[in-house]
């Protein structure tokens, strides 16, 4: 059975930095790609950043410049988000795009509060 862990979610001030790590489990063959998404209340998920096998990275307009995703090209990618703003408060979900199907995270919860 495939798996998506997150974990590094949290309370920070505004300005603060934290790192979310989402590591894959199970039989998965092949990532294609890897990204986070986020989802605050009352509003739908939202891609945060994205990450190719190759390397290549999209992100939201609203944390270029400060969120920045990374692969060790097997099955885990982390984001660093850097300067965080309170509307970066969200629970943020993990996902994996293989050949056969895309997988999900449970999420978890970043808060950016004083």
């Known amino acids: 059975q495939v798996q998506l862990v997150e974990s590094g979610g949290g309370l920070v001030q505004p300005g603060g930095s934290l790192r979310l790590s989402c590591a894959a489990f199970?039989?998965?063959?092949?990532?294609?790609?890897m990204a986070w998404y986020r989802q605050a209340p009352g509003e739908q998920r939202e891609l945060v950043a994205a990450?190719?096998?190759?390397?290549?990275t999209n992100y939201a307009d609203s944390v270029k410049g400060r969120f920045t995703i990374s692969t060790d090209n097997t099955k885990n990618t982390r984001l660093q988000m850097n300067s965080l703003k309170p509307e970066d408060t969200a629970v943020y979900y993990c996902?994996?795009?293989?050949?056969?199907?895309?997988?999900w995270g449970q999420g978890t919860q970043v808060t950016v509060s004083s």
């Open positions: 996902k994996a795009d293989t050949n056969l199907r895309p997988y």
């Open positions: 199970g039989p998965i063959f092949t990532i294609n790609a």
């Open positions: 990450i190719t096998s190759g390397g290549i």
